[in-house]
């Protein structure tokens, strides 16, 4: 049996990314994997109940040195209990959201300083990193009024636009400057033409 590959999805809010990563594990299936569907902050009972306790947290403004504790100690459950196993057993993984969510959200959107974050990144996850990492990309305005269409106001009651165009310049920053395993897709256009990027991108990079 191949060895699973680690597939992260990334990107801003309302770029799609949930539809995204079902395409991928039918495009995945259909090609003879084995396929595990998972999120960050979640993906094991622990994660999971960060995740409810951090997205509630967030209406309180618990500040950025909680949240990215929260967020790699789920990390490190969802690590431990979830995607290793799966890859060591062959499946490949595909995960919306990773540490790249991180440095965007704690580190540029809300001022975290990188290193700390670094730091946390090299005690969770060693060596490991995803083999591809999809960036889906988005201007804010545009990702603003998709969820507020979809009904998801609340969370970003607090966020300004700024925040978010911070967190955007961060994921373009951090493909441009990761090399190989980042790849942009532009998600402004309507979905049928970003999922033909899309498989586009799944066809020539695995
Ligand atoms: P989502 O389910 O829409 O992706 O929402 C999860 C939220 O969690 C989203 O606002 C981004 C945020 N997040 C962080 O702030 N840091 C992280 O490390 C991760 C994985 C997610």
């Known amino acids: 049996m191949s060895a699973?590959?680690?597939?992260?999805?990334?990107?801003?809010?309302?770029?799609?990314?949930?539809?995204?990563?079902?395409?991928?594990?039918?495009?995945?299936?259909a090609r003879g994997r084995e396929v595990l569907l998972t999120r960050e902050p979640g993906g094991s009972p622990l994660a999971e109940e960060i995740r409810r306790v951090v997205l509630q947290g967030w209406a309180e403004g618990v500040g950025a040195e909680s949240e990215v504790l929260l967020m790699f100690a789920a990390r490190a459950a969802h690590l431990r209990a979830t995607v290793?196993?799966?890859?060591?057993?062959?499946?490949?993984?595909?995960?919306?959201?990773?540490?790249?969510?991180?440095?965007a959200y704690q580190g540029a959107g809300k001022g975290l300083d990188e290193r700390h974050i670094a730091a946390l990144e090299s005690l969770v996850l060693g060596d490991f990193r995803p083999q591809l990492t999809l960036v889906f990309d988005l201007p804010p305005e545009q990702g603003l009024a998709r969820a507020r269409g979809r009904g998801e106001v609340n969370r970003f009651e607090d966020e300004s636009l700024a925040y978010m165009a911070r967190v955007r310049e961060c994921f373009l920053r951090r493909a441009a400057a990761g090399g190989a395993r980042y790849q942009v897709i532009d998600a402004?256009?309507?979905?049928?033409?970003?999922?033909?990027?899309?498989?586009?991108?799944?066809?020539?990079?695995?």
């Open 4 to 29: 699973g590959r680690f597939i992260t999805l990334e990107g801003g809010e309302g770029a799609g990314k949930s539809t995204h990563a079902a395409f991928i594990r039918d495009w995945l299936q």
């Open 84 to 103: 290793l196993p799966a890859l060591a057993a062959g499946r490949d993984v595909v995960c919306d959201r990773f540490v790249d969510s991180s440095y």
């Open 188 to 206: 402004a256009p309507p979905l049928e033409q970003v999922r033909e990027s899309l498989r586009l991108a799944l066809e020539s990079r695995l």
